[in-house]
């Protein structure tokens, strides 16, 4: 079964500081992997997915992930944080044969000014 | 609609009564699923349905929960009898096609308090 650990609950970075979310799945196969922000009081928004090809994959708002095979990990990245990027993060991968996610617990950013 | 909607916003209801939740997808999107969150955690995959058939239901977490979906349109979760660890906030995404590439559009949830 496919699964997905965000292991850090909770990150506060200042403002303009680089920024790093981690994710890692389990997947029996080539996973299709996503990351979500969901901002308070609004719906989730992709970011960005990854499917095949070039392992760094560029999303919306500056935000970049990485896809490590041997690591079994996605990790999210910006280079600097702004104060607007205080929302929840989702990490999730996507089956094969069906288009149901498996999302993982969230992280929330705190943005200090 | 421009986006995915979902009605009521807000729901606050007795133990023990039935509700149903109601999903708008964006228009032309043949696939639909339903995930609830509790707070402080993750989504959790409830339904899926492929136009007006669920494939999927895997995640309904009990005979309580059931879905349908009409005219490849609207569809509603309903949850009888409910009861408090029903509380959580129902989100739905519809896609285009419905394959694991497809981007998922969620729309604003419903959150639900049984008392």
């Known amino acids: 079964a496919?699964?997905?650990?965000?292991?850090?609950?909770?990150i506060t970075v200042s403002e303009g500081a680089s920024l790093e979310l981690r994710c890692n799945y389990s997947y029996g196969a080539t996973p299709y992997l996503f990351w979500y922000v969901q901002s308070p009081g609004q719906g989730l928004q992709l970011l960005l997915k990854y499917f095949s090809g070039d392992t760094l994959v560029q999303g919306i708002k500056g935000f970049e992930a990485e896809f490590k095979?041997?690591?079994?990990s996605f990790n999210l990245r910006k280079p600097s944080v702004h104060w607007s990027d205080a929302a929840e993060y989702f990490c999730?991968?996507?089956a094969t044969n069906a288009g149901k996610s498996t999302f993982g617990d969230g992280t929330t950013l705190t943005v200090k000014p | 609609g421009a986006g995915v909607s979902q009605s009521p916003s807000n729901k606050v209801t007795e133990k023990g009564k039935d509700v149903e939740l109601r999903c708008d997808p964006i228009s032309g999107h043949t696939a639909l699923?339903?995930?609830r969150q509790r707070l402080g955690q993750g989504l959790?995959?409830?339904i899926y349905f492929q136009g007006n058939s669920a494939p999927d239901k895997s995640g309904l977490p009990s005979d309580r929960f059931s879905a349908e979906r009409t005219g490849e349109s609207v569809s509603t979760l309903t949850i009888q009898r409910t009861q408090q660890e029903d509380s959580a906030v129902y989100l739905c995404a519809s896609s285009l096609g419905g394959g694991p590439s497809d981007t998922q559009y969620f729309g604003p949830g419903t959150r639900l308090t049984v008392l």
Do not use: K, N
């Open chain 1, 2 to 10: 496919q699964s997905v650990t965000q292991p850090d609950i909770h």
């Open chain 1, 69 to 72: 095979r041997s690591q079994s």
């Open chain 1, 92 to 94: 999730a991968v996507g």
């Open chain 2, 33 to 35: 699923y339903w995930y």
């Open chain 2, 44 to 46: 959790e995959f409830l």
